[in-house]
Structures are given as structure tokens and as C-alpha cells.
DNA sequence: CGAGTCCTTGAATACACTCAACTGTGGTGG
DNA sequence: CCACCACAGTTGAGTGTATTCAAGGACTCG
């Protein structure tokens, strides 16, 4: 059990090593949970969760990235979350028979690992760091979502879009001797309906922060940040 | 320990009671708790957390209500939740040293409970339960959260109004023989920080919605809703 | 290399915002 | 008890900015 090898449990003890809920387990203890773990995998455009439908299960991304999504009553898809390696979703229904809240795509291919929920909640009694953990990861997301919810209330888009970019950058950027160079891990598109604008607008927004120098554009799923400290002034104070 | 009476771990102990966090505890437990408790009365219009403000306590609202918010580059203020008897916040301190993401102002006369972080870290290893009630609660303003940023997404503003009475004829509202009658816990003001639109322009819309009889505006604290179904459809379909 | 998808650019429109004046309301003090 | 003041809310007019609709250009993947 505790040797490396290629079984169908240690591959899931992989699987739970990236997960930062389960990071403060024992050896032992990983054991235990990976033999409880369930694994599927999706291709890119695929739903791996509609919203509305019952579920009662967590799933755990261990490769790829996903977005989260609402459709709108206007037509429009506005994205709460990109998940990627190490984020899980399908919590909310721990307790009740709830039915899922938002419609999860896969972004790229991507491979999940799947508890029950029954299986889940034992781990949380019997393990409260996990619990806490579990607190401290939820609490973090609420952080981004309320900071989302203040930065659509900004009336102004070009901060909106400041705000983005910093986003992205802490998380998908490597440094270059160019600048801060951000791997995107939406299309406009879906950068557009994270945003909540309109994907032309958003295309008009970066030309012209392009112009600007502020950005360069290296392809559609780079772009290079010169000066980031120009990007945290156009998203902290506006215009 | 275990009788009523007016002393301060009894007081305390109706304070515990009152929160949905601590429903799963026996009375022994409960007596534990309360003993650890703090209280502290803040005045209509106090501010109860400052925006960034360091923090290392949970505070429970015992009685009145709250709205916790987040001041926006372009200076005007917007509102992420309205708190009234049972809810909590500052969980998102529980492990680091982290600082307030939003301030909180008293709307009315509020008492709150309060409980170091040491204290509540300790409640949460002791009882799982809790650990987990908490993951629902967050879960739950999670869900609410998201929702919201569904609805900034949406352009026709007439869409957001009526999502909004219908979120508070959810939580704020009683049944009387001529519709349901939203108590409202905001202003009109807090109400347009809330939706993340201009005061007149709610203003505006509020007496449109009056014209086409949707609503009735009783005073500036309550609203009249004779036909409910008209405004699940306003905010459902749109226009 | 070609087809389809994604992205950009342009022009006109609509909608909420801003600024400003006005009305109502609640609270204070003479 | 009324006058006054401060504040919240409403209403109006004009402006700006993102949206929409439409067309053209540039990727990407087979």
C-alpha cells in the first residue's frame, strides 16, 4: 500500500497528493481514501456537470481546467470560476439532496477523481482538518467572488478589465525577461463572459491597451505585460 | 450551568441558540461555548470591520442586521451581503493572519457575539459537526454569491430589480391578504449599491414597475407584491 | 490547404449614468 | 406646535459608453 507502483491506487494516491483539502494527511491515511476514489475523464467541450441536475458526488479536477457557469436569462453565459488542477466542485450538496448550481465545461481534457458524497462526509467527521481545510479553500473562493461582485459593479470597463488581468497573472503567468507573460485560460470569448461584457467590447478594450502599449498581444492565448505596476494603477484607481 | 437564569453564561447561552451553526449541540456543549463568548452593541450606522482591518475573532450576529460591502475604485460602495440574526463572519481568518475583505456597518441596533479565532479553531477539531454546518452555511452564501454575479451579468436592469424582490421576499417579507409584503432591509440607496445600478436609476424603474402595477410602494420600507408570479417572470424571462 | 470557428473592426442605437433641481420626510429646537 | 434643516428619494434633460448588428479578417484543426 505505501510502495509506488502503477496500480489503480497508488495512481489514485497521485491523484489526492495535488489536492490541497488532503494535503495535511499521513501516508496511511491517503491510502485509505484513494481506494475510495472513482476517476473519469472528459474531452475538451465536454459538460462534465449541468446545472440543475441532482448529483451526489465531489469531483475533484486532477488534470485539465473547467468553467464554471450560469446561463443567463438573456441568453448570455456568465462564468464564475475557472477550475483547474487541485479545485473541486459539488460540495454544496454535502448535506441535503441539493441539485447543482452552475453547468461545469471542460476547457481542455481533463480528468477527475470522484468521492460520494456519503464517502465525503465521513472523511470530514473523522478527519476535521480536512474540514477546516475544506473552510479555508471555500472561504478563499467566496474572496474571489466578492471581489468579482465589486468589480462588476465598476462602471468602468477598462478597471474591469485591469482587474482581470491581475487575475490571470498571479495565476497563469510565467516571468520573461520581456515582462509578465499570462497563459489565458479562456478564449475572449470566455474572458468576455467572465467579465460580463460583451465580446466585442472586450476586443476593442484590449486593442486599445495595446495601443497604449500597456499590453502586447502575443497570440490568442498570450498576452505579455510589460509593466504590470501600469496594469494594478489602471485596475486599482480607474481612468 | 444548566439552568436558566439572567446571568451571562445563560445570556450567552440564548446567544448560541439563535445560530444555525451550533443547533447540532447538546446542552453541555452549549454551556462550554458560552463561556468562551464576548459581546459587543454597536449603533445604527457603526461600523462594526473595517476593510482590511486585521481581525482575529468571529462575529456572530445576535440581533439586528448588517450590511458588510466593499468600496469600489470608482468610490461608490457595493454591497456583498445583508446579515441579520444567526450569521457570522470573519471564518475566512480562521488560519492565517489574514485582514477583512469588506467592512461592515450596522443598519440597525446590533448585538453581536464574539469568539477568538483560538477559541473557534478548537470548537471546529472538537466538533466535526460544526466544521460542517459551517461548510453548509458558506456553501449557501456561496450559492447566493453566485447568483448575484449572474445577475450583474444581466443588461436589462428591469431583470435585476425584480431578482432582488424576489430575494427579499424570500428572507424579508410576510403574507397579508392583499400580496406579499417585502420589509425591505435596505434603503433605496442601499438597495441600487446592492443591484450595482445608479439611485435613480432604481428609482426610476421602481415607479415604472408601480405604473404597470407589479408593485406597490407602501412607504420607504415596505413593498407591496399583489402577484408574485409577475415578478418571478420579470426575473426570470426579462422583458 | 480549406472550412469552420474565433476574433476584430465599423456604424448606429439604446440605455443607464451624471448633473441638477425639486419633493417629501423625519428629526430638532425654538 | 410649527418652522426649519438635513437627508432620502424622485423626476427631468442631456451625454457617454457599451451594446447590437453586420461584415471582414485571422487563426486552428483536420
Known sequence: MTETCNCNNCRNELCIRKVPIF??????????????????????????????????????????????????????????????????????????????????????????CILSRGQFQKLLYSYPEIAVKIIEELSGRMARLETALQSMGVRNVDTRVGGILLEFATKYSTKTNEGTLIHLPLSREGIANYLGVARETLSR???????????????????????????????????
Chains 1, 2 share one sequence.
Not at 441568453?75 to 450538496?93: A, H
Not at 441539493?98 to 461545469?104: D, E, I, L, M
Not at 502575443?218 to 494603477?233: D, W
Open 23 to 112: 494535503s495535511t494527511l499521513n501516508q496511511e491515511d491517503v491510502g485509505k481514501i484513494a481506494s475510495l476514489i472513482n476517476h473519469r475523464d472528459y474531452k475538451k467541450g465536454e459538460t462534465i456537470l449541468f446545472d440543475g441536475d441532482y448529483t451526489d458526488s465531489v469531483v475533484i479536477i486532477n488534470e485539465g481546467s473547467a468553467k464554471a457557469y450560469k446561463n443567463t436569462p438573456d441568453g448570455r453565459e456568465q462564468i464564475l470560476y475557472v477550475f483547474s488542477e487541485g479545485d473541486f466542485f459539488g460540495e454544496q450538496n454535502l448535506l441535503g439532496n441539493k441539485t447543482a448550481t452552475f453547468s461545469v465545461e471542460a476547457l481542455q481534457p481533463v480528468n477527475t
Open 205 to 239: 478594450k484590449l486593442g486599445q491597451l495595446e495601443n497604449e502599449g500597456l499590453i502586447r498581444s502575443v497570440n490568442n492565448k498570450e498576452i505579455l505585460i510589460p509593466n504590470m505596476q501600469a496594469i494594478e494603477l489602471l485596475a486599482g484607481a480607474g481612468y
